[in-house]
């Protein structure tokens, strides 16, 4: 199929990417490159360098490669900016996403597969570990654009039949996790362990998140591509609460524990915990989480120390 991919020279991007032209798939991917790498990209896509906000190029891009199904990956990615700048982060996250459904209606477009956010888009709920029948209560521009997306999603499907799915994930780790920014918490204190620079964990360090690694995010969003009637949104996770504390204490196993846990203050916008229920995904699809979280640390640390120069 001819598929185009927001975001693909990203972290998950990269990777769905990879996978989809293992699977013999025509890709191209549109990439602006703010945190995308080319170091990322397959050589067998068909790379465009531009904006989803650009509604003429993205357009053209259209006309020009007609694609199939579109995965929405392209994103302002971190939580703080949109606390210090919701303006910028609904431009992008919102409009931008809008731009792109819009386009993708009026071409025709067989699915849209969105990367949402279960974290973010739910908030601090009481039902943990989280359903997608939970209200969401989101107390970030992130989390709302991300839901906002989700309910136009449901919008463009009833009133003009787009196909759609819309992925919530917990917090990806893995290979190629961008390691500046609030993005990736595990990547950020790789980088700086590496360097033997001293990790500062935000608050008490008892903030809970669901990890969850991006071989099996992206084994969802091709799952999702193969169910092309099926529409909704659906948790990626682990239903498994890990706390900062644990996840430093984890990753200075593999530092022999040289490491010391050092605190500063909490940081606005950030939930208390989020953890979420994969059932709904597992019953309709057969997807669920397969890499053990030690596992997936020691191949993260792998990666970071065979590519920290490029970072």
């Known amino acids: ?64 490669k007609k694609p199939e199904i579109v995965y929405h990956l392209a994103a302002q ?80 499907h009833t009133i003009h039949g787009l196909n759609y799915i819309s992925l919530r994930y917990g917090n990806v780790y893995g290979p190629r996790q961008n390691p500046h920014g609030e993005a990736g918490v595990i990547g950020i204190f790789i980088n700086k362990m590496l360097k033997n620079e001293q990790t500062i964990i935000n608050g008490d360090g008892r903030q809970t998140r669901d990890y969850i690694f991006v071989n099996d995010v992206v084994e969802a969003n091709i799952i999702a591509l193969e169910y092309l009637k099926k529409i909704g949104v659906f948790n990626v996770g682990t239903a498994t609460e890990k706390d900062l504390n644990n996840i430093f204490s984890e990753l200075n196993k593999n530092f022999s524990n040289k490491f010391t846990m050092q605190y500063g203050p909490a940081k606005l916008g950030e939930q208390r915990r989020s953890c979420l229920n994969y059932s709904k995904i597992k019953s309709e699809f057969g997807w669920e989480p397969r890499m053990n979280f030690s596992e997936g640390i020691k191949l993260t640390i792998n990666w970071f120390k065979n590519n920290y120069k490029i970072l």
């Open 1 to 64: 199929m001819r598929i185009l991919v927001t975001g693909g020279a990203g972290f998950i991007g990269s990777h769905l990417v990879d996978k989809l032209i293992e699977k013999g798939h025509q890709t191209f991917v549109v990439d602006n490159l703010s945190t995308g790498k080319k170091e990322n990209l397959n050589p067998e896509a068909e790379f465009i360098q531009s904006d989803i906000t650009d509604s003429s190029k993205i357009e053209k891009i259209f006309e020009n």
């Open 77 to 156: 990615i971190d939580v703080r900016r949109s606390v210090n700048d919701p303006i910028f982060d609904t431009k992008t996250n919102i409009l931008g996403s809008l731009n792109l459904i819009n386009i993708s209606v009026k071409h025709n477009v067989k699915k849209f597969i969105f990367s949402s956010s279960g974290g973010a888009a739910y908030g601090d709920v009481s039902e943990i570990p989280t359903s997608e029948n939970c209200k969401e209560i989101p107390i970030s521009p992130y989390g709302i654009a991300k839901l906002t997306v989700d309910n136009f999603l449901y919008y463009y």
